[in-house]
């Protein structure tokens, strides 16, 4: 038979993957080239932050950069990170949930309600605060996935509406304290200085090893694998990165030690991450993680493929608003108490937009959960060092509001370029 | 040996509009059967109908030779038909293993099992000697026309199916890639398979047909085997409904 004929060259019959290029050089052209194809992934916030933190440790070198502000900026932005997580599997639908913000303050208000005002033990009042974002969830994706109601309608009543059950829960001005030592150390204790550095290392050797062994079996079994070297730079990266923080984190940072100690890992980021893991493995993992893209990518194709396409929407909208219930009650817990304000004003805008200028796209079909947590990284960033510069709170919204398009753009040019060059 | 897939007498309505009267059909494995005519001709209604996406009114639908009920494209999907419809369903943001087991991954412990994948996915393109996908780990949206059909059909085969119809494949292709895909609509008919080529191109259907069945408005003009006819005798079956003297099989 005679070789096929096809518009690009056709590699070696016999090793139907042409043998990758395994040197330094080839790994960085093979990224050069996903670039230039419009794959840009995170790279643009990633580069947005680094600048963002050159900038603000040149102009307030004390402020901006000591360990204490540090672990203030995890604090910070626990809650809009977690939203965003949660939203990353409403927007690879397409589709979008502006009431997640207060389906956390919602939630964050049952807390309250039940632990506080009933008191109630911790975890049923947990429990329940987790239930009220499911089914808030529930409901949406009912509206949105089974009598197809736009989902920028459903979500936007049920912006004013939870907006107004917080309110009526709360009573106006009011506020409900929290008084439960787990709850309120979920966003302002640390974690002993040993566990950091264990937890650390356990992540760093997890990750290495469980990809190292994965790749050792797919070499064996002559499947495409990405290159040794790669895997070290991955692994090396990752070491650096966290090392560098659980290293930064660890030093003690109150200004009066003598008084109080503060130094350690903050619960939050550990409560970050293990969702991160979480939520990366089913999205990565599972078979519903798939028809989660495959809905995003092409909904039609999904469904004649016998995908329950309904059953995904729903799935997404439930884990969503489930995911802003966590959100909501690690914003309270910054506080120790429930507001009626709580996941409002700019918490779900930051959000979303944490969730795009990491890399999600609005288009449906393209993301992952690591960027809600670079995303939300580059928003805090911006809302803290703005703050130390004393700038008032326009200019902060305003250049918030200028990065956010900046990363919608890349999106939409990333895309553009995409199908110039036929990628994604 | 009687057909791997037959028809009998089947009709099928639209309220008032009768678009299938009493069609036979029979498909034959190892052949490649052309189903060819005009628009309205009622080939998209035979299909579906064939694939358990519509129901036929009355007539029999026999499979290896024994008479089956296709109510829904599962029914379809569990005797071994696989449908490659024309915009091919197939999911842009996501690799040639996944759309290839799209809705039917794989799982070891629960998990998706890539590997395992994978290796099936490779295997089967090599068993339909496909050489122009360079890595079955590239997004879908990266590959030509011709590529995206090939990964479309290999999905096709990939469940050990018997029948695969084939909605106007080389569509909206250009010349070298229609003919590898007509390579590869023979090959799975040298493997085995029954294949039913839905299409509007005669140059196509000469190629890689073993027999052609016309349609018109509704009715089934006739099977003839290919090798025997030429194609003005088709050009004028498909356009007055009468097979022209001495082309009937």
């Given at each position: 038979m005679s070789a096929d004929v096809d518009d690009r060259p056709v590699a070696d019959p016999s090793s139907p993957d042409p043998m990758p290029d395994n040197s330094l050089g080839g790994i960085v052209r093979a990224y050069l080239a996903k670039l230039k194809g419009g794959e840009v992934g995170s790279l643009p916030a990633v580069l947005g932050l680094v600048a963002l933190v050159v900038v603000f440790s040149a102009l307030r070198p004390e402020q901006f950069t000591n360990s204490f502000n540090f672990a203030n900026l995890i604090g910070?932005?626990?809650?809009?990170?977690?939203?965003?997580?949660?939203?990353?599997?409403?927007?690879?639908?397409?589709?979008?949930?502006?009431?997640?913000?207060?389906?956390?303050?919602?939630?964050?208000?049952?807390?309250?309600?039940?632990?506080?005002?009933?008191?109630?033990?911790?975890?049923?009042?947990?429990?329940?605060?987790?239930?009220?974002?499911?089914?808030?969830?529930l409901l949406i994706g009912l509206l949105v996935a089974r009598l197809g109601i736009p989902s920028f309608v459903v979500t936007l009543a049920a912006f004013l509406g939870l907006q107004g059950v917080l309110l009526s829960m709360i009573g106006e001005g009011g506020t409900i304290p929290y008084r439960n030592d787990f709850i309120n150390g979920l966003?302002?204790?640390?974690?002993?200085?040993?566990?950091?550095?264990?937890?650390?290392?356990?992540?760093?050797?997890?990750?290495?090893?469980?990809?190292?062994?994965?790749?050792?079996?797919?070499?064996?079994?002559?499947?495409?694998?990405?290159?040794?070297?790669?895997?070290?730079?991955?692994?090396?990266?990752?070491?650096?990165?966290?090392?560098?923080?659980?290293?930064?984190?660890?030093?003690?940072?109150?200004?009066?030690?003598?008084?109080?100690?503060?130094?350690?890992?903050?619960?939050?980021?550990?409560?970050?991450?293990?969702?991160?893991?979480?939520?990366?493995?089913?999205?990565?993992?599972?078979?519903?993680g798939r028809h989660v893209y495959a809905v995003g990518g092409n909904a039609e194709a999904a469904r004649r493929a016998g995908i329950n396409v309904f059953r995904v929407r729903l799935s997404c909208f439930v884990l969503c608003s489930t995911m802003a219930a966590v959100a909501g009650i690690m914003i309270a817990s910054?506080?120790?108490?429930?507001?009626?304000?709580?996941?409002?004003?700019?918490?779900?805008?930051?959000?979303?937009?944490?969730?795009?200028?990491?890399?999600?796209s609005l288009f449906g079909g393209k993301g992952r959960v690591i960027?809600?947590?670079?995303?939300?990284?580059?928003?805090?960033?911006?809302?803290?060092?703005?703050?130390?510069?004393?700038?008032?709170?326009g200019t902060v919204w305003m250049v918030t509001g200028l990065v956010l398009l900046v990363a919608a753009s890349v999106d939409a040019l990333s895309r553009r370029r995409a199908s110039a060059t036929g990628h994604v | 040996m009687s057909p791997l897939l037959e028809l009998r007498g089947v009709e099928k309505s639209f309220g008032a509009v009768q678009v299938l009267r009493g069609v036979d059909l029979s498909v034959r494995a190892g052949r490649v059967t052309a189903l060819v005519g005009d628009n309205g001709a009622g080939k998209s209604t035979l299909v579906k109908g064939m694939a358990g996406i519509h129901l036929f009114d009355s007539g029999d639908y026999l499979f290896e030779g024994e008479p089956v009920k296709v109510t829904n494209p599962k029914d379809?999907?569990?005797?071994?038909?696989?449908?490659?419809?024309?915009?091919?369903?197939?999911?842009?943001?996501?690799?040639?293993?996944?759309?290839?087991?799209?809705?039917?991954?794989?799982?070891?412990?629960?998990?998706?099992?890539?590997?395992?994948?994978?290796?099936?996915?490779?295997?089967?393109?090599?068993?339909?000697?496909?050489?122009?996908?360079?890595?079955?780990?590239?997004?879908?949206?990266s590959l030509s026309g011709g590529q995206r059909q090939t990964v479309a059909i290999a999905r096709a085969v990939l469940w050990n199916s018997k029948l695969v119809v084939l909605d106007e494949p080389t569509a909206a292709l250009g010349v070298a890639q229609?003919?590898?895909?007509?390579?590869?609509?023979?090959?799975?008919?040298?493997?085995?398979?029954?294949?039913?080529?839905?299409?509007?191109?005669?140059?196509?259907?000469?190629?890689?047909?073993?027999?052609?069945?016309?349609?018109?408005?509704?009715?089934?003009?006739?099977?003839?085997?290919?090798?025997?006819?030429?194609?003005?005798?088709?050009?004028?079956?498909?356009?007055?409904?009468?097979?022209?003297?001495?082309?009937?099989?």
């Amino acid at each position: 038979m005679s070789a096929d004929v096809d518009d690009r060259p056709v590699a070696d019959p016999s090793s139907p993957d042409p043998m990758p290029d395994n040197s330094l050089g080839g790994i960085v052209r093979a990224y050069l080239a996903k670039l230039k194809g419009g794959e840009v992934g995170s790279l643009p916030a990633v580069l947005g932050l680094v600048a963002l933190v050159v900038v603000f440790s040149a102009l307030r070198p004390e402020q901006f950069t000591n360990s204490f502000n540090f672990a203030n900026l995890i604090g910070q932005s626990a809650g809009v990170t977690v939203l965003a997580m949660g939203l990353v599997f409403v927007l690879l639908l397409g589709e979008i949930d502006l009431s997640a913000g207060f389906a956390g303050g919602t939630c964050a208000g049952v807390l309250g309600v039940f632990l506080t005002r009933q008191e109630w033990p911790l975890l049923p009042a947990l429990l329940a605060a987790l239930i009220s974002g499911a089914v808030i969830g529930l409901l949406i994706g009912l509206l949105v996935a089974r009598l197809g109601i736009p989902s920028f309608v459903v979500t936007l009543a049920a912006f004013l509406g939870l907006q107004g059950v917080l309110l009526s829960m709360i009573g106006e001005g009011g506020t409900i304290p929290y008084r439960n030592d787990f709850i309120n150390g979920l966003n302002n204790s640390n974690l002993p200085v040993w566990l950091g550095w264990a937890l650390a290392v356990v992540c760093i050797v997890g990750y290495a090893a469980t990809t190292y062994v994965a790749d050792a079996r797919r070499r064996a079994k002559n499947l495409t694998v990405q290159p040794v070297l790669l895997w070290a730079l991955k692994a090396g990266l990752l070491t650096v990165v966290v090392l560098a923080v659980v290293g930064y984190l660890s030093v003690e940072r109150s200004r009066n030690p003598a008084l109080t100690s503060l130094k350690g890992v903050p619960v939050s980021l550990l409560v970050i991450v293990g969702l991160l893991i979480v939520l990366t493995f089913m999205l990565t993992r599972t078979a519903w993680g798939r028809h989660v893209y495959a809905v995003g990518g092409n909904a039609e194709a999904a469904r004649r493929a016998g995908i329950n396409v309904f059953r995904v929407r729903l799935s997404c909208f439930v884990l969503c608003s489930t995911m802003a219930a966590v959100a909501g009650i690690m914003i309270a817990s910054r506080t120790n108490s429930v507001n009626p304000n709580t996941g409002g004003e700019t918490t779900l805008l930051y959000a979303v937009g944490a969730a795009v200028i990491g890399g999600t796209s609005l288009f449906g079909g393209k993301g992952r959960v690591i960027d809600a947590v670079i995303g939300g990284t580059v928003v805090a960033v911006i809302d803290n060092g703005m703050g130390l510069l004393d700038q008032p709170q326009g200019t902060v919204w305003m250049v918030t509001g200028l990065v956010l398009l900046v990363a919608a753009s890349v999106d939409a040019l990333s895309r553009r370029r995409a199908s110039a060059t036929g990628h994604v | 040996m009687s057909p791997l897939l037959e028809l009998r007498g089947v009709e099928k309505s639209f309220g008032a509009v009768q678009v299938l009267r009493g069609v036979d059909l029979s498909v034959r494995a190892g052949r490649v059967t052309a189903l060819v005519g005009d628009n309205g001709a009622g080939k998209s209604t035979l299909v579906k109908g064939m694939a358990g996406i519509h129901l036929f009114d009355s007539g029999d639908y026999l499979f290896e030779g024994e008479p089956v009920k296709v109510t829904n494209p599962k029914d379809a999907a569990a005797l071994g038909i696989e449908v490659v419809y024309q915009d091919l369903a197939l999911c842009d943001n996501l690799d040639v293993v996944h759309n290839m087991f799209l809705g039917r991954e794989m799982k070891r412990l629960r998990l998706v099992d890539e590997d395992t994948m994978e290796q099936r996915a490779r295997e089967t393109l090599d068993g339909l000697s496909v050489r122009t996908l360079k890595s079955v780990r590239t997004p879908v949206a990266s590959l030509s026309g011709g590529q995206r059909q090939t990964v479309a059909i290999a999905r096709a085969v990939l469940w050990n199916s018997k029948l695969v119809v084939l909605d106007e494949p080389t569509a909206a292709l250009g010349v070298a890639q229609t003919e590898q895909v007509l390579r590869l609509v023979r090959r799975l008919a040298d493997n085995g398979l029954g294949v039913l080529l839905i299409s509007h191109n005669l140059n196509d259907v000469f190629e890689v047909a073993d027999d052609i069945a016309v349609l018109y408005l509704g009715r089934m003009v006739g099977q003839i085997d290919a090798a025997s006819t030429t194609r003005g005798r088709v050009v004028e079956a498909i356009t007055t409904g009468v097979v022209p003297e001495g082309g009937a099989a």
